[in-house]
C-alpha cells in the first residue's frame, strides 16, 4: 500500500508464479492508483496492468479506470451536512486526545462572527468546575460572562484540542469548512453559521462524555461567539430545555425557558 498524508492514495500488486517446480522472481504485475479532491473524498480509481519486466517504465504499461465520482458540483445543503458529519466526528476526537484529568461543566464551539472564514472549523474550550467554583465564590459580576465566556477557561484554544491537526482527518475537516466558508460568503447567507454550530452542539450533548473526560451532572455543550452577543439565543438552541430551565434557576443563566 502506498500511503501520503494518511490516504492510501495506490496499491502495488507483484507477481510469481511455480515453473518446473522453481518460483519465478516477484514482479511487478499491477498498480491501483488513487485520485481525491479537495474534501477528501475518492474521485478515480484505475488499475494499471504492467507488462512484466517493463514494469517501471509506465509506457509499457495500459490503465483502466474502475470508478469515477460524477463530475456533480457540490451542493451548499450538502456542504452544511458534510462540516455537521466532520464536526461531529472531529469534536469528540480532539477532546479525547486532550486528556482532560479535571471535571469539566461545559465543552464550548466558539466562532469568530465576524466572517465566515474565520468562524470555521470553531475554537474549543472546555470548562472546569474548579474554575466555576472560584467565579461563584468570587461573586464577581456579570456572572453569566465568567461562567460561559470561553476566553475564561484555562482549557481554552489549546494545541490538543485543534481540530485542524495535521492529520488526514483534520485536514479534511479543514477543506470542507473553507468549502463551506466560501459558499456561505458567496451567498450571503453567513448569519447561518451560528444555526449550523448549535445543531452541532445539541447533537454532542446527548453523547456519552463522560468515557472522554470527568463531567459534572449538568455538564452542558453549547456554541458561542466570541464577543458573547449569540450566546443567549445559541443556548436556547443548543441546550435541552430542562438544562436550560435549570441553568437560569441558578441564576448561572438568565434566559427565559426555551418552548
Given at each position: 500500500y502506498r500511503r501520503r498524508e494518511g490516504r492510501i492514495e495506490g496499491v502495488d500488486v507483484d507477481y510469481s508464479e511455480v515453473v518446473g517446480g522453481e518460483v519465478t522472481p516477484l514482479l511487478p504485475y499491477q498498480r491501483v492508483?488513487?485520485?481525491?479532491?479537495?474534501?477528501?473524498?475518492?474521485?478515480?480509481?484505475?488499475?494499471?496492468?504492467?507488462?512484466?519486466?517493463?514494469?517501471a517504465q509506465e509506457t509499457a504499461s495500459v490503465a483502466k479506470v474502475v470508478y469515477k465520482r460524477p463530475q456533480?458540483?457540490?451542493?451548499?445543503a450538502t456542504l452544511c451536512r458534510l462540516v455537521e458529519e466532520r464536526l461531529l466526528e472531529a469534536?469528540?476526537?480532539?477532546?479525547?486526545?486532550?486528556?482532560?484529568?479535571?471535571?469539566?461543566?461545559?465543552?464550548?464551539?466558539?466562532?469568530?462572527?465576524?466572517?465566515?472564514?474565520?468562524?470555521?472549523?470553531?475554537?474549543?474550550?472546555?470548562?472546569?468546575?474548579?474554575?466555576?467554583d472560584e467565579h461563584l465564590a468570587s461573586r464577581e459580576e456579570p456572572l453569566t460572562e465568567l461562567l460561559w465566556n470561553p476566553a475564561e477557561f484555562g482549557l481554552y484554544d489549546d494545541e490538543a484540542l485543534a481540530l485542524d491537526d495535521d492529520t488526514a482527518a483534520g485536514r479534511d475537516l479543514e477543506s470542507a469548512c473553507e468549502a463551506l466558508a466560501v459558499e456561505m460568503t458567496r451567498r450571503g447567507r453567513a448569519s447561518e453559521l451560528p444555526?449550523?454550530?448549535?445543531?452541532?452542539?445539541?447533537?454532542?450533548?446527548?453523547?456519552?462524555?463522560?468515557?472522554?473526560?470527568?463531567?459534572?451532572?449538568?455538564?452542558?455543550?453549547?456554541?458561542?461567539?466570541l464577543e458573547l452577543a449569540d450566546l443567549g439565543r445559541n443556548m436556547?438552541?443548543?441546550l435541552f430545555p430542562e438544562r436550560l430551565r435549570e441553568l437560569r434557576r441558578r441564576g448561572w443563566l438568565p434566559l427565559e425557558p426555551r418552548r
Amino acid at each position: 500500500y502506498r500511503r501520503r498524508e494518511g490516504r492510501i492514495e495506490g496499491v502495488d500488486v507483484d507477481y510469481s508464479e511455480v515453473v518446473g517446480g522453481e518460483v519465478t522472481p516477484l514482479l511487478p504485475y499491477q498498480r491501483v492508483d488513487i485520485d481525491y479532491d479537495e474534501l477528501g473524498r475518492v474521485m478515480e480509481i484505475r488499475k494499471v496492468w504492467l507488462n512484466g519486466a517493463a514494469c517501471a517504465q509506465e509506457t509499457a504499461s495500459v490503465a483502466k479506470v474502475v470508478y469515477k465520482r460524477p463530475q456533480t458540483p457540490v451542493g451548499y445543503a450538502t456542504l452544511c451536512r458534510l462540516v455537521e458529519e466532520r464536526l461531529l466526528e472531529a469534536i469528540p476526537r480532539a477532546v479525547a486526545r486532550a486528556e482532560v484529568a479535571k471535571t469539566a461543566y461545559c465543552l464550548v464551539l466558539a466562532y469568530d462572527a465576524s466572517c465566515a472564514d474565520a468562524a470555521l472549523p470553531p475554537l474549543l474550550g472546555v470548562g472546569l468546575v474548579e474554575e466555576r467554583d472560584e467565579h461563584l465564590a468570587s461573586r464577581e459580576e456579570p456572572l453569566t460572562e465568567l461562567l460561559w465566556n470561553p476566553a475564561e477557561f484555562g482549557l481554552y484554544d489549546d494545541e490538543a484540542l485543534a481540530l485542524d491537526d495535521d492529520t488526514a482527518a483534520g485536514r479534511d475537516l479543514e477543506s470542507a469548512c473553507e468549502a463551506l466558508a466560501v459558499e456561505m460568503t458567496r451567498r450571503g447567507r453567513a448569519s447561518e453559521l451560528p444555526r449550523l454550530l448549535c445543531r452541532v452542539a445539541w447533537e454532542l450533548a446527548g453523547r456519552d462524555w463522560g468515557a472522554l473526560m470527568p463531567v459534572s451532572d449538568d455538564f452542558v455543550v453549547y456554541a458561542t461567539d466570541l464577543e458573547l452577543a449569540d450566546l443567549g439565543r445559541n443556548m436556547r438552541a443548543s441546550l435541552f430545555p430542562e438544562r436550560l430551565r435549570e441553568l437560569r434557576r441558578r441564576g448561572w443563566l438568565p434566559l427565559e425557558p426555551r418552548r
